[in-house]
């Protein structure tokens, strides 16, 4: 129940096109959901987070979707560049002082766009 | 702001030695939780310490422990080494008042490598 499975694993795009990755929850008392980007050698960066009372949220060339009746969400990279190549992690968490709050990542995705 | 800092940055210890690994939180942040990062399983949770006492626990065996201190520094030790101990440790600050979903900001990370 504490899962978070993120698909696929690695994704190569071209310069311009759009990456999607894809990540899947079991728990419904999650609340929050970010997506951080990690490049070589450093830590991961909170890229995007949304939360279950919207559908979508917006960044720049960045896009959360959510369903939540499907328990799913995923980002959207719009025009993607190589200098978004990086590896990318969802999470899901539970906020409040429920006793429950820590991040739960997925596997994460390795993204490569070529030039 | 300063940003999440962790030293040292890579770590060579044998089989049966013991680690100590440190965090200095971004000022003003309470709450400092811990991930083990590796290829095969993404992040993992290890602990959340906030105030000096740990809040959260992850599913790792007590050879893995931690404190933080009155300044909100933290440090993780890590007792008799194993092989599969090898990997990326990542301290992360936020406010820690859990009221709503907070962001968490990664330090680098420190590379352990266990011969």
């Known amino acids: 129940q504490q899962q978070v499975k993120q698909s696929p694993q690695s994704l190569i795009v071209q310069k311009g096109g759009i990456s999607i990755i894809n990540c899947a929850y079991e728990n419904t008392a999650f609340d929050y959901f970010p997506w951080y980007q990690q490049f070589p050698g450093k830590g991961p960066a909170l890229l995007i987070a949304i939360r279950p009372d919207v559908s979508e949220k917006k960044e720049g060339r960045f896009t959360i979707s959510f369903n939540k009746s499907a328990k799913q969400f995923s980002l959207h990279i719009m025009d993607s560049q190589p200098g978004d190549s990086a590896t990318y992690f969802c999470?899901?968490?539970?906020?409040?002082?429920?006793?429950?709050?820590?991040?739960?990542f997925g596997t994460g995705t390795r993204l490569k766009v070529l030039a | 702001k300063a940003g999440v800092t962790q030293t040292p940055r890579y770590l060579i210890k044998t089989r049966g030695q013991q680690v100590t690994l440190s965090c200095s939180p971004i000022?003003?942040?309470?709450?400092v939780s811990w991930y083990q990062q590796t290829p095969g399983q993404g992040l993992q949770f290890l602990f959340e310490y906030f105030s000096e006492t740990q809040r959260n626990k992850g599913n790792f065996p007590g050879r893995f422990s931690g404190r933080q201190f009155s300044n909100s520094r933290s440090e993780m030790n890590v007792s008799t080494l194993e092989l599969g101990d090898s990997a990326l440790y990542l301290c992360?600050?936020?406010?820690?008042?859990?009221?709503?979903?907070?962001?968490?900001?990664f330090g680098p990370g420190t590379r352990l490598l266990v011969l």
């Open positions: 000022s003003g942040h309470r709450s």
């Open positions: 999470a899901a968490s539970k906020g409040g002082t429920s006793g429950t709050y820590k991040y739960i």
């Open positions: 992360a600050s936020s406010l820690g008042t859990r009221e709503y979903q907070e962001t968490q900001y």
